[in-house]
Each structure stands twice: as structure tokens, then as C-alpha cells.
């Protein structure tokens, strides 16, 4: 540990990125003062003494420490620890501790993670909104208007890279809050597949991004009895659902 006014630190030769792993739709960070806490805690446990933890959005350095004047232990490091399990924090400990080079390695797979999501995160990979046979903003801009007052604003497109993998279920359409992004599986993009489809599977998903979550327990339920009365109050809503359920060995097949 040093005792100087230059810190110990940790660097990276990238950036291991700022988001965290999102748990469900709608939550943006989860690090919040009570999982600082608790990073806090297990900490000073390993190191085996009090210390004062600082959670950073460092885009450069992992963890730094330094030894205050008044012998406390300052610990900077990433938030995302504390999301981290328990070996990756024994591990942040020994660092600290000994410089271990086999903790180094653990702290720096796990920041790999992080810049990994963050990358996955922050390019959401979907195509134009305009298909072959349907115009997805066409769809979004209707339902907007006839459902939302045209006070709802996302992007929306196709999903790509869902061709020709088996499946015995498939999602039709999917809400990525953290973007705003609808994004429609390219199965819908037929001649076959009547417009009230494309317009339904839309405002399925824009009704999420409307009404979002709810808490049960330890589950995040979206389908919630609200969600489902809305739902059903769509006018094309029987007649989607029909098709849908009629046509499902073609969408499967797709």
C-alpha cells in the first residue's frame, strides 16, 4: 500500500466502460447507495480494516488506494464492483493488499465484462424501419397517434440476425428502454402477414415502453393486469391474436 500522496492504481489500456448489467427493462443503473454499501462492507472485510470507499465512473483506472494522514485506507474503484461477486471482490482486496498478479487478471476479465455490455449496450444492431412489404414508422407513427396522442417517442426498426435458427418460440417484437428502440422480428415482413399484425405487435411494445414494470417480490412482472387490460382493449387485439396463434408453424419455421 503506498503511503504517499500518489496513489495506487490499477489502468487500463481501453476504456471499461460506464453502464451496468441491466437485471430488466427500465433499470439504467443499479449501483446505487445501498449496493455501494454492501461493496463497502465486503470490502473492509477481506482487507481486513475499516476503509473509506469511493465509487468512481473512471473511464481509465480500475482502482486506485491510497493511505490518508489519518491512517484510513482510501479505496477508489469502479461501481460496477458492486455488482461483482465474491471472488471478484477477494480479488479487488488482494490487489490491494500484494499487487497479486493472479488478482490482477480477475479484475481485468471482469472489467472486459463490463466494456463487453457496455459495447452491446450502447450499438444496438436493428435495420431501417422501412421492410419489403411494411413500413415499421408507418405502423409506430398510426398507433401513436390513435393510442398515445402522439406523445410517444422511440425509434423503431428490424431486428437482424434471427434468420434460420430453430426455435419452438419466437418473439415477435421486443422494447429496449435504455434506448428507446422497438425493434419487429423480420418474420413480420411478408406479403402474407396482414398489416393489423405489424400494427398490433407495435403497440404491444410501445404500451411497454409506456407503462414499464412491476415490482413482485423479487421478480419484475411486465405483463401486469393494467398491461393486459390495455392490451385487450386494442381494437385489433382478438383478431392479431388469432392470427398469430393460426400462422405460428410459419413464423417458427422462419
Known amino acids: 500500500m503506498n503511503t504517499h500522496d500518489e496513489p495506487d492504481q490499477l489502468g487500463l489500456p481501453f476504456e471499461p466502460g460506464l ?10 443503473d443499479l449501483v446505487d447507495a445501498s449496493l455501494l454499501d454492501d461493496l463497502h462492507r465486503r470490502l ?6 475499516p476503509i473509506d470507499l469511493i465509487g468512481t465512473r473512471n473511464r481509465r483506472t480500475i482502482v486506485s488506494w ?26 479487488l482486496a488482494r490487489f490491494v493488499r500484494s499487487r497479486d498478479p493472479v488478482a490482477r ?3 481485468n476479465a471482469f472489467s ?13 444492431r436493428f435495420a431501417a424501419p422501412v421492410g419489403r412489404h411494411h413500413d415499421l414508422q408507418w405502423y409506430f407513427d398510426n398507433e401513436n397517434q390513435s393510442s398515445f396522442e402522439g406523445d410517444f417517442e422511440a425509434r423503431i426498426g428490424w431486428s437482424v440476425g434471427t434468420r434460420g435458427k430453430e426455435r419452438r418460440s419466437i418473439r415477435l417484437g421486443s422494447w429496449a428502454p435504455r434506448h428507446r428502440l422497438i425493434k419487429v422480428h423480420p418474420v413480420l415482413d411478408r406479403e402474407a402477414v ?23 417480490g423479487q421478480r419484475t412482472v411486465f405483463h401486469t393486469p393494467e398491461f393486459r387490460t390495455r392490451e385487450a382493449d386494442h381494437p385489433e387485439y382478438q383478431r392479431a391474436q388469432e392470427w398469430i396463434a393460426g400462422n405460428m408453424d410459419a413464423l417458427l419455421s422462419y
Open 44 to 49: 473492509g472485510r477481506y482487507l481486513g480494516e
Open 66 to 91: 491510497r493511505r490518508l494522514d489519518t491512517g484510513l485506507l482510501r479505496v477508489r474503484c469502479l461501481r460496477q464492483f458492486a455488482m461483482a461477486k465474491d471472488d471478484v471482490v477477494r480479488a
Open 194 to 216: 396482414p398489416g393489423f399484425v405489424v400494427g398490433f405487435v407495435v403497440f404491444h411494445e410501445m404500451l411497454h415502453g409506456v407503462l414499464g414494470g412491476a415490482q413482485n
Open 19 to 28: 453502464p451496468l448489467p441491466e437485471r430488466h427493462p427500465g433499470v439504467v
Open 105 to 107: 487478471e480477475v479484475l
Open 112 to 124: 472486459m465484462k463490463i466494456r463487453a455490455h457496455e459495447r452491446r449496450q450502447q450499438r444496438p
